[in-house]
């Protein structure tokens, strides 16, 4: 199968006061166009990481010890800022865990979904407040122009989280990163932004990495599902198989934890 996203025998090391730590180890992840694939794993997984690999936004503390990504052909590793920026946004797209502090506080929404069409598109100014209301639009708002116009203060956490989606997908990326997309959300405001993405991923045709610790959410959109744990893939298979007969020791306690299954209670309702 042709594949969109490849990475392979991915490491990265921070470093900190006791030295080098190991934070991915040989990373092996495939990723093909129009695919959805969950990344399931508790806090310090090595999940966001991975997502920062990819994005060229691994902080200054992180070394590369060894892999390959590869997107559409292209090596990533070793590419400039500017190559990075210029994907970014237009090709590699990223919705935030907490759209609060993402979205900038002084600026209007539908200026900041603006902003990236600007820095992507040889656009003129009305041109690309057209295209940011016909998005906002796909994301559900049915009162586009008092949205525009409105500051992230002015909103709910559901409807900042609907502009953060706008944002990544105004372009038409081939590949959007989701980063814990609901879990900063109410019961309520996490269905239907997951409902969204469902719908959104089958009319755009956007590939998904969808980064995630609730096993129910995964089960709601991901076509596979890899199990990291201590920044290692230990388990990986369809999206079922995975949930429903997990046979690795770690995905088998995850699973069985009381969080877990209250997750599964409150998503699915």
């Known amino acids: ?76 590793l070793g590419s400039s800022e500017a190559e990075m920026r210029a994907l970014r946004g237009a090709q590699i ?65 559901g409807q900042q989280q609907r502009v953060t989606i706008a944002q990544a997908l105004v372009c038409r990326p081939q590949l959007v990163i989701a980063d814990e997309p609901t879990s900063s959300l109410d019961p309520a405001s996490r269905a239907e932004i997951l409902a969204l993405l469902k719908r959104l991923r089958h009319s755009i045709g956007v590939a998904m990495l969808f980064i995630s610790h609730q096993p129910a959410v995964l089960a709601e959109i991901a076509d596979r599902v890899v199990v990291m744990h201590k920044g290692r893939i230990v388990e990986e298979g369809p999206t079922a198989q995975v949930l429903e007969n997990p046979q690795h020791p770690y995905p088998q306690a995850l699973l069985g934890c009381d969080w877990s299954r209250e997750s599964y209670a409150v998503e699915l309702q």
């Not at 990475?7 to 006061?17: T, Y």
């Not at 502090?101 to 600007?118: D, K, M, Y």
């Not at 992507?120 to 122009?145: I, N, T, Y």
Request: hydrophobic share 45%; aromatic share 4%.
């Open 1 to 76: 199968m042709l594949q969109l996203l490849s990475i392979s025998n991915l490491s990265v090391w921070f470093s900190g006061a006791s030295g080098l730590t190991p934070t991915l180890s040989s990373l092996r992840l495939a990723l093909a166009p129009g695919q959805v694939i969950g990344l399931l794993g508790e806090s310090g997984c090595g999940k966001t990481t991975t997502a920062l690999a990819i994005l060229g936004l691994l902080p200054a503390a992180a070394r590369v010890a060894s892999g390959s990504i590869r997107f559409a052909g292209r090596e990533l």
């Open 93 to 157: 797209s990223l919705i935030p865990q907490e759209p609060g502090i993402a979205l900038n506080p002084v600026l209007r929404v539908g200026e900041q979904i603006g902003e990236v069409l600007r820095a992507h598109l040889p656009w003129g100014r009305k041109q690309c407040r057209m295209a940011a209301e016909e998005m906002l639009a796909q994301v559900g708002f049915s009162d586009v122009p008092r949205i525009y116009q409105a500051f992230p203060h002015q909103l709910s956490g």
